[in-house]
């Protein structure tokens, strides 16, 4: 009866320690972040989820420092990671972020489809925001742009071929060229220096 007490204690008295360890490091991560020092503020959140996987405040923000450092695919996954750990029924407006950010990444890395399911999922958890509503017209805008853009047709790999070796020729020609010229530069420059010794 002793052993699971003190077991049940024990979890008790460091779940409290663990927990402002990690805000430690949020706040850490936030200053860094606050001074555009987003690598520095990506360590720091690294350590918070160490202490605690399952924090939002460090997942999201761990998130935006990858954003930030232009690691979009990193930063998708530390949303998507987030979407998980928080209901929308206990935070609506947090879930709201974290799809719409997720929607910035996908932007970023030019999937378009992807950005305009996440805005619309924002949208559905927080219908007022305007900003999410700008940047899902934005994405509707370059999917379509995307769509029209005539995709290049792959040459016959006969005429591809042929190319090459019409570059190569042409090249090979070109050196040709430089090599004989060079030739008869050092062959005119050894015949001033011999008229030049003969008049002496």
Sequence with gaps: ???????????????PLAAQEEYADIRRGNRAYDREDYQEAE???????QKNPNSFAA??????????QEKFDEAAKQYIRATTQVKASEDAQRLANAYHNLGNSFFAMQD????IEA????????????????????????KKQQQQQPQPQPQPQQQQNQMD?????????????DEQEAQEKAQRQQQKKKELEKNW
């Design 1 to 15: 009866m002793k052993k699971i007490v003190l077991a049940i204690l024990s979890v008790l008295i460091l779940s």
């Design 43 to 49: 360590v720091n959140y690294r350590r918070a989820l």
């Design 59 to 68: 997942t999201y923000n761990l998130g935006n420092a990858l954003l930030r």
């Design 112 to 115: 378009y489809d992807k950005a």
């Design 119 to 142: 805005y619309k999922q924002s949208l559905r958890l927080n219908p007022k925001d305007n900003d999410t509503r700008y940047n899902l017209v934005k994405a509707m805008q370059m």
């Design 165 to 177: 070796q019409q570059t190569a020729e042409q090249l090979l020609q070109a050196l040709e060229q």
